[in-house]
């Protein structure tokens, strides 16, 4: 887990749900920051592949953070402030996994599906 | 400089957005362009999908979470920048728009220039999706691009598992909420960014257990090949220095010379293998945190997106975009700051004044080409007043004198830039990541963490001979993940010049195609195209 340093500035709460539980946490967190203060990053999310993944990058780059937020899920966790009453849900089944790669996936073009390339045009 | 006038963002029907300029991301770079635009009387429209402005370096600090003590005084240094780009917003001289994220870009073509756009050339649409999750599109007459650096991606066995992250990442942390590890971390990688976590992080009380330093240990004969630059780049250097000096009298193990590095665990972390440079022995260390970094490159999604020609800079180990003297990248578009190459907070903030400065220079040129079109567009008034002719002139002088001011303006900012950028290429020198990397890696180690594609897979399809990394893409799936390739291509495109033996520009990148950051298919049902029903409903 993440502690938050006994000499941090004091700054305002809000109540948010980690699959159903309530905690408070700084209303400067973002989602993801928030489970890795009261999760850890062990479990953080289910990939596609069978394993378990968590935040690498933090900054809306690696989309290992991918989260249900209020109902919509593989929302970018680092890319959302928490606020107040905000539901998180963790995506650990096989479903919510198989779902994540469907959703996100960078689908090819028609060039890269023919198996083209730059070099080659 | 009044000839500027401000002007607000239109509407050109009920849902589409008009700026004069568009500036994307509020770090050093974007928040000193729109600063120094709105000090011009140009209200630009800055977006940026951050909570805070700040970017990487300043990050939270609108509500800084541990004080300089703790950060050091280079990251509370920003609060002026924060506070006078804030006190702008607050005031209307910048349309700030937090939370908002650019998904997709492109130039207007001609046909669609001159129906949307009044014959303007040069205009940009964009993809913005908002702080409320709708998707929209807006013009940018003209565009500054200040969108950053961000962490290579550095693969070895194991570095998908829970419990590694970036060392920027929890540097993130730190600044979002004051949070640490539970637990003392290792550190592991190279360059300036790994020493101030481990800096920061002795700071707090939680020294890092060990920090293991790929860089050979060639650090002084490096530097002393270059004493001009070691001279320019002695702030550094100094800097540097005194944090190690720091960090080993608190007694933190500093390990050089690391040859191979595995992360190992079930379902999280729980240690780690290492060998040094000529050093048979494995040596093994358990620990929860292993935090990782090996230097910053620049973000290359919107630049890669417009197009933009890169080209590979070996003492970098990273694609640059082709950036004109005057940063500009293509007609109506620049590029300032670290997304434009490497050269911190202090450069990327100079480079935002100058794009800024090039947009005026710009506008000025257009005053004092057609003076009638720009006076009836900025007042907004058709109606010629009958001593038109003379204010024209007296604009047109204005314009001029304007013109020269802006001139003088960035030649200083030019050499300054210069300066410092030569300094920095000795830093570059002293933690250059080893190019070799990713090919000696064991076979397992994933390259693509999205799709899982691991090393020994890519070397397989390289074996088909593929014409480019987007073949090998199609052939393995590596880089069509939700990152987009950001953490692999340019791995990718580097173990196919070695297995190859082509050069890095001849091997290129993945063609990058929206949407440039991602965007589920839940979101692109709210994409541009439907803005109308958007807005309704
Ligand atoms: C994780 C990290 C930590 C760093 N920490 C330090 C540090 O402590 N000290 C230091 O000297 N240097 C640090 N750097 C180096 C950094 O690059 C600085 O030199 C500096 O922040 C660069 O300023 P910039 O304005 O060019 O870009 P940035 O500061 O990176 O700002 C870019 C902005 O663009 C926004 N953005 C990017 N893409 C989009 C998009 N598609 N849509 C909307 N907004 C977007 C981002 O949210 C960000 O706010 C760090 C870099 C990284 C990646
Ligand atoms: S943690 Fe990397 S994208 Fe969110």
Redesign the interface.
């Known amino acids: 887990?993440?502690?938050?340093?006994e000499?941090?500035?004091a700054?305002p709460e809000v109540t948010i749900t980690i699959d159903g539980a309530p905690y408070q946490?700084?209303s400067?967190?973002?989602v993801a920051?928030a489970v890795?203060?009261h999760q850890?990053?062990?479990?953080?999310r289910r990939?596609?592949?069978g394993?378990?993944?968590?935040?690498?990058?933090?900054?809306?780059?690696?989309?290992?953070c991918?989260i249900t937020i209020d109902d919509?899920?593989?929302r970018?966790g680092?890319?959302v402030?928490v606020e107040q009453g905000m539901r998180v849900r963790r995506q650990l089944d096989e479903a919510a996994a198989t779902a994540t790669r469907?959703?996100?996936?960078?689908?090819?073009?028609g060039?890269?599906?023919?198996?083209?390339?730059?070099?080659?045009l | 400089m009044q000839t500027c006038e401000p002007r607000e963002t239109v509407g050109t029907d009920g849902s589409k957005e008009r700026a004069r300029v568009v500036v994307l991301g509020a770090g050093p770079a974007g928040m000193a362009a729109a600063l120094r635009l709105a000090e011009a009387g140009l209200r630009a429209l800055v977006l940026d999908q951050a909570r805070a402005p700040g970017g990487q370096i300043y990050r939270d600090l609108d509500q800084p979470q541990l004080d300089a003590a703790v950060m050091g005084k280079d990251y509370h240094r920003g609060r002026a920048l924060v506070g006078a780009f804030l006190d702008a917003a607050r005031r209307g001289e910048i349309d700030y728009r937090p939370g908002t994220r650019v998904w997709w870009i492109e130039a207007l073509d001609d046909a669609l220039n001159d129906a949307l756009n009044d014959g303007l050339n040069d205009a940009h649409r964009l993809g913005v999706r908002g702080h409320d999750g709708i998707s929209r599109e807006l013009v940018a007459e003209r565009l500054i691009i200040a969108t950053g650096a961000m962490e290579r991606g550095w693969p070895f066995p194991g570095w998908q598992l829970p419990g590694v992250m970036q060392a920027g990442a929890a540097q993130i942390l730190m600044k979002q909420g004051a949070l640490l590890t539970e637990g003392p971390p290792v550190l592991a990688g190279n360059g300036p960014l790994l020493y101030l976590l481990a800096w920061q992080y002795l700071n707090a009380g939680c020294p890092p257990r060990m920090i293991l330093d790929t860089a050979p240990n060639l650090g002084l004969a490096r530097t002393l090949r270059h004493p001009l630059r070691a001279w320019r780049a002695r702030g550094y250097l100094a800097k540097g220095a005194r944090m190690l000096a720091t960090l080993r009298r608190a007694g933190v193990p500093v390990v050089r010379g690391v040859q191979s590095l595995a992360a190992e665990g079930d379902q999280r972390l729980t240690g780690v293998r290492y060998r040094r440079r000529g050093d048979d022995q494995e040596h093994k260390l358990k620990t929860d945190w292993l935090l990782t970094h090996m230097g910053v490159v620049p973000e290359p999604q919107l630049p890669r997106g417009l197009g933009i020609e890169h080209r590979w800079q070996e003492a970098q180990q990273a694609f640059v975009p082709d950036r004109r003297d005057d940063l500009s990248v293509r007609p109506g578009v620049w590029l300032a700051g670290d997304g434009g190459g490497i050269g911190g907070a202090m450069n990327a903030e100079r480079e935002g004044r100058l794009a800024a400065l090039a947009v005026l220079d710009e506008l000025m040129a257009d005053l004092m080409d057609k003076p009638q079109d720009t006076t009836a567009n900025a007042k907004g008034a058709a109606a010629p007043r009958p001593d038109a002719d003379n204010r024209r002139a007296v604009a047109r002088d204005s314009a001029r004198e304007s013109a020269r001011a802006i001139a003088r303006e960035s030649a200083a900012l030019r050499r300054r830039r210069r300066l410092d950028l030569s300094g920095r290429r000795l830093l570059d020198a002293l933690f250059t990541p080893p190019a070799d990397w990713v090919e000696r890696q064991p076979g397992e180690t994933l390259i693509c963490r999205c799709e899982g594609v691991s090393q020994a897979q890519l070397k397989a399809a390289l074996g088909a001979g593929p014409a480019g990394p987007n073949q090998l893409k199609a052939f393995t799936r590596c880089g069509m993940g939700p990152c987009q390739g950001r953490l692999c291509g340019t791995n990718v495109s580097r173990l196919m010049a070695r297995e190859q033996g082509r050069d890095m520009d001849e091997v290129g990148y993945y063609r990058i195609r929206p949407p440039l950051t991602s965007i589920t298919l839940g979101e692109l049902a709210l994409a541009p195209s439907d803005h109308l029903t958007t807005q309704s409903q």
């Open positions: 887990m993440f502690k938050r340093h000499r941090a500035t700054t946490v700084p400067t967190l973002s920051a890795l203060m850890g990053a062990a479990g953080y990939h596609a592949a394993g378990h993944r968590a935040p690498l990058c933090m900054m809306g780059v690696c989309h290992d991918l919509a899920p593989n970018q680092c890319l402030t469907w959703d996100t996936a960078n689908h090819a073009s060039d890269e599906q023919r198996g083209r390339d730059d070099a080659d």
